[in-house]
């Protein structure tokens, strides 16, 4: 496996880059986002493992869509702003992924498809999605690390493609986790339109290939960039991880609520 640290350090620095490190980019992006699958936090196998008296809770169901929400809500907006594709192929790529998020059918949107996946199994709505607007607004709806990571976000993706290139890679991984960890409780909940239109047409993994193709066009034009690409692309995935550390500990404080009570 192709790892950040067998690139030679004069292919890694402006000044020093060769066509190798853009060569083999898609391979250590991929490479060393393993370090970082969301499905490895324990988060999802201990909302899994609840008591279906526990994972029914409306007021549980609405904390977990409320920080999920936020984070992905963070991250489509900013994909809005992505610099280094302003050539019209490149906006005609950029718009594709747009569409996909935010042109659905009817005007329907993964925002919105996210939200009613939720409302169907009984979350309380502790955001109407209209309130998902500005991400500084947001925050004052959110924990630490959320917070970190919607602000990380939105300052990360106005400068590089990195982060758009780890969110991208890493999505289809905390989908399915998700989805499955909910299903033991709510069997239908992974047949949502959410999950359901995305697995079949292969969304996020389109997504995670365009984002590494196009991050590469940009990188074999202005090589220089390679060292903070790939820099802000591991912040994106330690930011991340703070968003399921924090969900699985509303899962363990739901637990030990209901443990204390019982005593």
Known sequence: ??????IPSKDRYPGGLGPDAIDVFPSVIRGFLKEHRPSRMPFFRHLANLPFAIASDPTLLGQIHLIYQSAMHATRAA?????HLNSPALRKRKLQILIDDDGLEAGDTHHYQLTRAFLNIGAKSLLADEEF???EELCGHLDAETVHFVRLVRELYGRSLGPWCAVEVL???WMRALAAAISVHF??????PYFRECFLQRIEERHADESLAVTQIVLRTRP???PETLRDARMMAEALDGV??????????????????ER
């Open 171 to 173: 999505s289809v991984d």
């Open 133 to 135: 607007g500005d991400p």
């Open 224 to 226: 220089e960039l390679l």
């Open 244 to 261: 399921w550390a924090h969900l699985d500990r509303i899962v363990r404080n739901a637990r030990r609520r209901v443990r204390n009570n």
């Open 79 to 83: 994909v809005y702003f992505l610099p």
């Open 187 to 192: 069997p239908e909940f992974i047949n949502e």
């Open 1 to 6: 496996m192709i790892s950040l640290s067998s």
